[in-house]
C-alpha cells in the first residue's frame, strides 16, 4: 500500500498570508490527525478527523483549521501567518482510534513551512 | 496536565556498545505506548506499541519495554544506520498522541 502522502512538501510564505495544506491517507484509513513541529516545542498534537468530523483538538489558536472530506483525504488550513508558524506539518493517518489496536498512526513526510 | 520526558536527549554510541533510552511520562486514561523513529527532515517512522505494563516487543536490534510510569527502549549492538531520533508517544483515551522530544542518537563505526 501507498503511505501517507502529503503536499506541497515546501511552502514559503510571508506573514499575513494564509495557506492550504493537503493530506492523502492510506488506502483504507479514516482517521487523520494533523502534528506540527518545531525544534523548540517538539511534535505537538493540531487536531484529528474521523468521517469528515473533527473528533479532537490540540491547544491552537482558531487560525488553524482544517477539514477531512469523504474519501478520507484532509486538509489543514492556517491564515493570517505568523512568523512563529514556520514547522514541519505532519499528518498522521490511522484505521480507526477506537477499534481497538487499530490506532497506529503513520506519518507522511511532512510540508516544511517557512513564513518570512 | 499530561508530560513525557525522554532521556538522555543525545546520545553518542560507538558501533556494538548497547544502551538504552528512557520515557517517563504522566498521561490520564494511557491507552497505549508508541515509539518511533525519524530520521532528518522525514517524517516519523512506526516502531512499536505497547499496550500493557510488562509488555515487551523486538525489532531486529531494538527493544521496547513498558511498566506503569516508564517505557525503554533498549539497543543492542547499534549500527551506524540505527543513528536518528527516537520519539516516545503515549495515546491518551481521546486518541491523541502525546510526544516527548526524542533522544537524538548517534552511532560512530
Known amino acids: 500500500k501507498a503511505g501517507v502522502t502529503q503536499t506541497p512538501r515546501y511552502l514559503i510564505k510571508t506573514r499575513g498570508q494564509q495557506v492550504t495544506l493537503s493530506c492523502s491517507p492510506i488506502?483504507?484509513?479514516?482517521?487523520v490527525s494533523w502534528y506540527q513541529q518545531t525544534p523548540g516545542q517538539g511534535l505537538q498534537f493540531l487536531f484529528e478527523?474521523?468521517?469528515?468530523?473533527?473528533?479532537n483538538k490540540g491547544n491552537f489558536p482558531g487560525r488553524f483549521s482544517g477539514r477531512q472530506f469523504s474519501n478520507s483525504r484532509s486538509e489543514m488550513n492556517v491564515s493570517t501567518l505568523e512568523l512563529g508558524d514556520s514547522a514541519l506539518y505532519l499528518c498522521?493517518?490511522?484505521?480507526?482510534?477506537?477499534?481497538?489496536?487499530?490506532?497506529?498512526?503513520?506519518f507522511g513526510p511532512g510540508t516544511r513551512l517557512l513564513v518570512l | 496536565e499530561d508530560q513525557v520526558t525522554q532521556s538522555p536527549e543525545a546520545l553518542r554510541l560507538q558501533e556494538g556498545e548497547s544502551s538504552s533510552l528512557n520515557c517517563s511520562y504522566t498521561?490520564?486514561?494511557?491507552?497505549?505506548l508508541f515509539w518511533y523513529r525519524q530520521d532528518p527532515g522525514k517524517g516519523p517512522e512506526f516502531l512499536f506499541t505497547?499496550?500493557?505494563a510488562g509488555e515487551e516487543k523486538e525489532k531486529e536490534r531494538l527493544k521496547a519495554t513498558l511498566t506503569k510510569k516508564e517505557s525503554f527502549l533498549h539497543i543492542t549492538a547499534p549500527k551506524p544506520e540505527d543513528s536518528a531520533t527516537y520519539l516516545c508517544?503515549?495515546?491518551?483515551?481521546?486518541?491523541?498522541?502525546?510526544f516527548g522530544q526524542g533522544t537524538t542518537l548517534q552511532v560512530k563505526p
Open positions: 498522521a493517518s490511522s484505521w480507526d482510534p477506537d477499534r481497538g489496536h487499530s490506532e497506529t498512526q503513520y
Open positions: 488506502s483504507g484509513h479514516r482517521s
Open positions: 478527523y474521523f468521517s469528515e468530523t473533527q473528533r
Open positions: 498521561v490520564s486514561g494511557l491507552r497505549g
Open positions: 505497547l499496550y500493557s
Open positions: 508517544a503515549p495515546l491518551e483515551n481521546t486518541g491523541k498522541l502525546i
